[in-house]
């Protein structure tokens, strides 16, 4: 494969990870599928869980942190009885003896709502957060034990999709940084139990949602011409109102200085002649760059 550096792709799209691929497989396979060396994507998924993962080509990248603080929402299966050493499908799974079905009690919804809300999270040690510049989960294999950091998370609503036998399904919409494994974990134990999840879906990430993003298979199997044309421009996926600028305007903008023009207070994605140019910041009066891209103009 040649990566076209003449016309590098740029751009965003939500795409559905499958289940048992890394989120670093998936971001390889992307680079591989648009020919492109540059790539990021906005949040990991674990492996053994599915569905939406933001990725961002070319100066596309220089937005994605905008996306990493978006709210998400997951649907969870959560195993009740069992516990596991990782708190999903991938650890050493336990049996919680003293688990009995019939004992559950009858108010469960009610129950899961109680962690609506702002909260404190202890994360798992099987994560990739880092301690002295070393990963959690490289501690927890050779079997050392490090402190960790509690940290403020928000579940804005949690919701019980059904319940049969050993399994629980909820869906929940969160903060970033909110550890859905670990929430399974406390859902269980405020129920009398252990527990950890089969199954994880990332359903919405901000303002995409499941039916906006594309499976492998469908990105792999049309031309790279159609392909490309799959992909979110900049100035759309930010989602913010567009300012149309004159050539003066724009190389003035281009050189980091204030431009003199009337618009409303506000952040604006700057254009010129239908190019998108970066993010500038508006007072009402003065238009100051905020973030510009990097294109054949400058």
């Known amino acids: 494969m040649k990566y076209d550096s003449l016309n590098p792709v740029s751009g965003f799209i939500a795409v559905l990870k499958p289940k048992g691929w890394t989120s670093n497989q998936l971001l390889s396979k992307l680079k591989w599928l648009f020919k492109t060396k540059k790539a990021g994507h906005g949040g990991t998924l674990d492996p053994f869980a599915t569905g939406i993962v933001l990725v961002f080509f070319g100066e596309a990248t220089k937005f994605s942190s905008r996306f990493l603080d978006s709210d998400k929402e997951y649907q969870a299966h959560l195993e009740l009885g069992f516990e596991s050493s990782t708190g999903d499908i991938e650890g050493e799974i336990t049996k919680d003896n003293d688990f009995l079905y019939e004992q559950l009690p009858d108010n469960i919804s009610e129950i899961i709502r109680e962690f609506e809300g702002l909260q404190t999270q202890t994360p798992p040690i099987y994560s990739a957060l880092k301690y002295k510049g070393k990963p959690y989960y490289q501690y927890a294999r050779e079997g050392k034990s490090v402190p960790i950091k509690k940290r403020q998370i928000t579940i804005n609503y949690i919701n019980l999709v059904s319940l049969s036998k050993n399994t629980l399904i909820f869906d929940v919409s969160c903060s970033k940084g909110t550890y859905i494994r670990t929430l399974g974990e406390d859902i269980a ?10 199954d994880l879906e990332r ?15 469908d990105i792999e199997t049309i031309q790279f011409d159609r392909r490309v044309k799959l992909l979110t421009s900049i100035e759309k996926m930010l989602q913010i109102s567009l300012l149309e600028l004159d050539n003066n305007q724009m190389h003035q903008i281009l050189n980091g200085q204030l431009i003199d023009l009337s618009s409303q207070p506000g952040e604006y994605a700057l254009m010129n002649q239908k190019k998108f140019l970066g993010i500038g910041q508006s007072d009402g009066n003065f238009v100051k760059p905020v973030r510009l891209i990097k294109n054949e103009i400058n």
């Open 189 to 198: 134990k405020r129920l009398g139990t252990k527990g950890y999840l089969t």
């Open 203 to 217: 359903i919405r990430v901000g303002k995409t949602s499941k039916e906006d993003a594309y499976a492998i298979e």
